[in-house]
């Protein structure tokens, strides 16, 4: 399966929307930082540290687009029946596309929090880095176990689609719907207590862990999220899966 990685990484590392992506992602806080500068106002030092510098959310846009049609481009290709002919399974195939797509997040997430950390020495060298230091890995870390989360359902709804920008628009209409309902289910929660074992609560799990105070919302500890996101993560996974591997070439 090795092969079919490396042959996953190299096809990723030739397409001009992955660099664009990793420019994207400096540039973006490398512009806000600026704006902060020219108005520290409405763009304030606090926010701007606390929320990475809005890179982690440029991370996620950036992973719905590559997971969405990393299953997608393969039908609408025809690729994948070459793949299948060189005697890999579907279940390699399958395997090696959602590795690389964990190693494509990890390395994006990693470059978002190292860039933040950086501006924030740089331009706020009062500001005790050290201290806030674990804090920020441990976000950066649940960040990933939420975004894989949400990637799998995008996975999912991409194995319904043989069209490359048909699954890109369901994954960020997922994206947004998710953000929306979010926002009712934790009201629904405190009327309806089973609400808080749906996915969309488990979304909550890095939120949680950045403002801890959210439990009296989600009515269930950090651990519990994490693992309950974890469960929801290998079963759409699984379930994406069985869908991939009934899907005519």
């Not at 600026?34 to 991370?59: C, E, M, R, W």
């Not at 009062?126 to 949400?150: G, P, T, W």
Request: glycine residues 4%; hydrophobic residues 55%.
């Amino acid at each position: 399966m090795s092969i079919l990685i490396y042959q996953e990484l190299y096809k990723l590392l030739r397409k001009k929307s992955t660099w664009w992506g990793v420019i994207s992602i400096v540039l973006v806080e490398l512009i806000l930082l600026l704006l902060h500068q020219l108005a520290p106002k409405y763009f304030t030092q606090n926010t701007l540290i606390s929320n990475g510098y809005y890179g982690d959310l440029l991370v996620i846009f950036l992973m719905i687009s590559s997971a969405a049609s990393i299953i997608a481009m393969e039908y609408q290709y025809g690729t994948l029946k070459m793949l299948l002919y060189r005697q890999f399974s579907r279940l390699q195939v399958f395997m090696s596309k959602m590795l690389t797509i964990v190693i494509h997040l990890v390395t994006l997430q990693t470059l978002a929090t190292v860039t933040g950390i950086s501006l924030t020495l740089m331009a706020f060298p009062k500001y005790d880095v050290q201290q806030h230091l674990l804090k920020q890995l441990s976000e950066a870390l649940s960040e990933v176990l939420m975004v894989l989360l949400l990637l799998s359902l995008v996975i999912l709804l991409a194995t319904c689609f043989r069209s490359n920008a048909a699954a890109i628009a369901s994954g960020f209409i997922s994206y947004f719907g998710i953000q929306l309902i979010g926002s009712f289910l934790l009201l629904a929660v405190q009327r309806w207590e089973w609400l808080k074992w749906s996915p969309l609560t488990m979304m909550m799990f890095s939120a949680q862990i950045e403002e801890p105070q959210i439990t009296r919302f989600t009515h269930l500890n950090t651990l519990t999220l994490g693992i309950g996101a974890t469960f929801y993560l290998v079963g759409f996974m699984m379930v994406a899966y069985s869908r991939f591997r009934k899907q005519p070439v």
